[in-house]
């Protein structure tokens, strides 16, 4: 487990992203927040949260700085056993991580219990934050056929309000900006462009305020034939705020300042620094959202 100031000490620690202008997103006299990092990876390790050397991951070095440029103490663990003790501690919860939690899984970091993924789940509903970037929506995944949606989700699943189905390949995309009064998106315009790994979704919330909707027009891939739909997006868990945003898979994509005070303002509204008009638009911004995508065509078995 890497505190803020073993990450802020750490080499590397002093990024490029240091330089931007966080007021954007500061709330004023707002009291420091502690924010619990979780970046185990049970399923696929994304290059951007794999540690070496025994020091702290790209994205664990990112997510600390900004956040403690902003009165956020973040503290980064890939160990799960942390949810079995005192989590009424943190304010807030940031999960990028992949496959079942409850495994040792991919990285052979020690697993959640089922008690411990349980009792994250209430926490939110009783009111902490909760944020998922990028592959937090590919953990923990409803049972089923994967191009369909679930009647019965996975708890995390139904607390997160969406679900990973595939993604194509890696390119140049537009998400358009359906609130631009969410904290952190004050910057970002009508729309913005980005290179990213881009998540195909399902399993969406019906309460879900839609802030960035993925433009499918011209995309690559068949995952992307389907109509926009949501890509970030703010949500009431019971008592407890949750925010998603599909961004986060490229190591240039937690230095680019738009995602960073997406983050922050995330960061701002879960633990309640700043209040948000978080009313449902789902089928507003995206009414063909619950659209799948096409099945894969299956490759045929090679004759003998």
């Not at 991951?57 to 980064?76: M, P, S, W």
């Not at 139904?158 to 189905?165: D, S, Y």
Request: a neutral charge; hydrophobic letters at 35%.
């Amino acid at each position: 487990m890497f505190t803020r100031r073993q990450v802020l000490t750490s080499a590397g620690a002093a990024l490029a992203a240091s330089q931007f202008p966080w007021g954007q997103v500061r709330a004023a006299d707002a009291p420091r927040r502690r924010v619990l990092f979780f970046t185990k990876s049970s399923s696929f390790e994304h290059s951007a949260t794999r540690r070496a050397d025994g020091q702290p991951a790209y994205n664990e070095r990112v997510l600390t700085e900004i956040g403690a440029k902003q009165g956020f103490d973040v503290t980064a663990t890939k160990d799960g056993r942390v949810f079995d003790g005192d989590i009424n501690q943190y304010d807030a919860f940031v999960f990028y991580t992949t496959g079942d939690l409850t495994q040792s899984g991919t990285d052979k970091q020690p697993p959640m219990s089922a008690a411990g993924k349980q009792k994250l789940i209430d926490a939110v509903a009783a009111g902490k934050g909760f944020i998922a970037s990028h592959c937090g929506s590919d953990t923990f995944h409803s049972a089923g056929e994967r191009f369909e949606e679930q009647s019965q989700l996975d708890p995390y699943i139904a607390m997160l309000g969406g679900e990973f189905i595939k993604h194509g390949p890696q390119q140049k995309a537009r998400l358009a900006v359906t609130d631009a009064k969410f904290p952190g998106l004050s910057g970002a315009g009508s729309s913005f462009e980005l290179m990213e790994e881009w998540y195909s979704l399902k399993n969406f919330a019906d309460n879900l305020h839609v802030i960035l909707v993925q433009d499918t027009q011209g995309m690559k891939g068949s995952d992307y034939e389907r109509p926009n739909y949501p890509a970030t997006w703010a949500r009431m868990y019971e008592k407890g705020r949750v925010f998603y945003t599909s961004m986060g898979h490229r190591e240039d994509v937690w230095d680019n300042a738009t995602f960073q005070e997406v983050m922050l303002g995330a960061l701002t509204w879960v633990c309640r620094n700043v209040d948000a008009d978080v009313t449902p638009n789902i089928k507003e911004v995206t009414p063909g959202a619950h659209v799948m995508p096409p099945r894969p065509t299956p490759t045929p078995t090679p004759k003998k």
